[in-house]
């Protein structure tokens, strides 16, 4: 139990910090309905999550007068929330201009029927929380009729939209999707069984296994359900910060060369914007009239003939005879890469440079590159 209780807890924390952190991101970029739908989704996610503790279930319960089962009803709709968001950012990722409207509109709906449910179950029935094997009550399946169908519908639509336009992502997004469809198809598992356990109970002829709770069936389906939506939602975030760390460390050895410093710059988003910034300034600032274009002609040519990427090491040696003091020249023409494509470039240099500083044919490869 304790060890169930633990790994809550640090679930709440680790949807606290992704939420955060998207909070963040859409901040930077308000107008991003991908950002927008995942901080709902997640704190939909977290309210949902949080309420199941008992630690914060009951304080709740006792600030609202001991109102019956009123905490499961905020989060029920958060679960349901979070189903929406969902689909509203599969549909950002997969469909941009598609609109939500009616599915806003069936969500607006569902959560208004679940209310009156809530109403003609829990709170007739002056229930503290729904039992962990089920009431035989109409009210109360209503209520989970209404929670869990909502539930299904958005996350089947979750799943169609995946695997329709499965072909059309790549890489990380379809990564992300397909971790969302193993929740979805997941969720849907959870539902189907909540819905047949309910009306097994209704019939008057209960399962002999609890529903939900620490023993019951459902933390075998909803827990994994939960880490899976988790990491999909939070993937492509993720995915661009370690690739931003990785560029930044790539750009290392030519930042640091060209006497590139970043004194309190926090985030690998400025910090990189810091490097790719300090390089070009000091490419076209004092550098500039110490390239030669006879150094990067000859670099190139080498290059080519060994296999290399003949302009990332071209202007790696470019960089290197000015830094050493050479006289210049004509200036050379450098690479001038789409500006969402200026980091990889410049990391490709970067690189280059590093491997010029450090490969045991260093002094040849100067000589043949810096020769006219």
């Given at each position: ?192 069984h909540k819905v047949t356990y309910s009306i097994a109970v209704w019939l008057g002829t209960p ?18 359900a939960g880490m899976f939506l988790l990491a999909g939602l939070l993937l492509p975030s993720a ?103 200026e980091a990889d470039w410049l990391a490709e240099v970067s690189s280059a440079y590093a491997a ?17």
């Open positions: 139990m304790a060890a169930a209780v633990a790994a809550h807890l640090v679930l709440v924390a680790v949807i606290a910090a992704g939420t955060l952190n998207r909070c963040l991101a859409w901040r930077r970029n308000p107008s991003d309905q991908a950002a927008r739908a995942v901080v709902f989704a997640l704190v939909c996610m977290e309210i949902s999550t949080a309420l199941g503790l008992s630690a914060v279930y009951w304080p709740v319960h006792r600030a609202f007068g001991e109102l019956p089962g009123f905490p499961q009803l905020p989060q029920h709709l958060a679960s349901m929330g979070t189903a929406f968001f969902a689909v509203v950012f599969t549909l950002a990722v997969v469909r941009p201009d598609a609109p939500v409207r009616s599915r806003a509109r069936l969500f607006a709906a569902a959560s208004a029927l679940l209310a009156v449910c809530y109403l003609l179950g829990p709170v007739r029935l002056g229930l503290p929380l729904l039992g962990e094997r089920g009431h035989a009550d109409a009210g109360v399946l209503a209520y989970v009729l209404v929670w869990q169908g909502y539930s299904s519908f958005a996350m089947a639509d979750v799943l169609r939209l995946a695997w329709l336009h499965r072909t059309r992502e790549s890489g990380v997004l379809r990564a992300s999707l397909t971790l969302m469809g193993i929740s979805c198809a997941l969720m849907i598992a959870y539902a189907v399962p002999p296994w609890a529903e939900h709770g620490l023993s019951g069936v459902q933390i075998l389906l909803i827990a994994p995915s661009a910060g370690l690739r931003r760390h990785l560029l930044h460390r790539r750009l290392a050895p030519l930042a640091t060369a060209l006497g590139v410093s970043s004194p309190g710059v926090r985030g690998s988003r400025a910090r990189l914007l810091n490097q790719v910034i300090g390089i070009r300034d000091a490419l076209i600032g004092p550098l500039r009239s110490h390239l030669d274009a006879a150094v990067y002609d000859a670099a190139l040519a080498s290059a080519s003939a060994a296999g290399l990427n003949a302009r990332a090491c071209a202007e790696a040696a470019c960089i290197d005879a000015a830094l050493r003091g050479g006289p210049g020249g004509l200036l050379p023409e450098f690479h001038t890469p789409a500006a969402d494509e010029l500083q450090t490969s045991s044919g260093s002094m040849e490869w100067r000589r043949r590159t810096t020769a006219p």
